[in-house]
Each structure stands twice: as structure tokens, then as C-alpha cells.
């Protein structure tokens, strides 16, 4: 019987994790995508703390109108501005499973973009 499409992806998500952990002075880049909405935090795996996060939930990243992608790409920037004021610049990106492709990419070039390298 084949997998379904979130078994595989937990699948392909703890095989990363066992390879990706986090410190506090290279945090974990964790990004969870839902049908609507997308999340990422920066994770110090070593304390169990996150550092630093956002989504497209917060407010001034939910009040401007545009595609999924670009909201990515938003949210993107508010996490590396964030991680910036907090003394983070280098980040171990972390997909959770997801194909590298659309709106994961667009948080990530958006990061990039905003100043965080990985």
C-alpha cells in the first residue's frame, strides 16, 4: 500500500532532523506550510527555545493583499529582520519535508534577501 502525501512527508521531515539540529549561535530555520497560512520560527535545539518567529498571521504581514508566494517572501524578511536584532545571522534551514518549491522557497529567498545566510 502506497504512503499517503503526509505520511510521506513526515517521513522525508524526520529524516532531516535527524541531519538538522540547531544552536544558539547557528539556530534551526523550522518552516510549517498549511493550505493558507505559512510559519517559521528560529529554534536554539540545544535549550529547546525559539528565538524568534513569524507567519503570515501577523498583522502587518495579513493586512497586505497578495499571492501566497509573496506573502512568503514577507514573511521571509520579517523573520530575518527579526533574527538580525537578535544577533543571528547564519541559520541551518530547515524545509520540514516540503519539496524545496513555491512558497518555501520564497521564505527562503526572502530571508536571504533581508540578510540571513545558509
Excluded at 549561535?25 to 528565538?51: C, H, M
Aim: glycine fraction near 8%.
Amino acid at each position: 500500500m502506497a504512503l499517503t502525501k503526509n505520511d510521506r512527508r513526515l517521513r522525508i521531515k524526520n529524516r532531516i532532523r535527524k541531519v538538522v539540529s540547531g544552536t544558539e549561535t547557528r539556530p534551526r530555520l523550522a518552516v510549517y506550510r498549511s493550505n493558507k497560512e505559512i510559519y517559521a520560527q528560529l529554534i536554539d535545539d540545544v535549550t529547546g527555545k525559539t528565538i524568534s518567529a513569524a507567519s503570515s498571521r501577523d498583522k502587518d504581514i495579513s493586512a497586505a493583499k497578495a499571492t501566497k508566494s509573496e506573502v512568503a517572501k514577507l514573511v521571509g524578511k520579517v523573520l530575518a529582520e527579526k533574527a538580525l536584532k537578535a544577533g543571528v545571522d547564519t541559520v541551518s534551514f530547515d524545509r520540514g519535508g516540503y519539496l524545496y518549491h513555491g512558497r518555501v522557497q520564497s521564505l527562503a529567498e526572502g530571508a536571504r534577501e533581508a540578510g540571513l545566510k545558509f
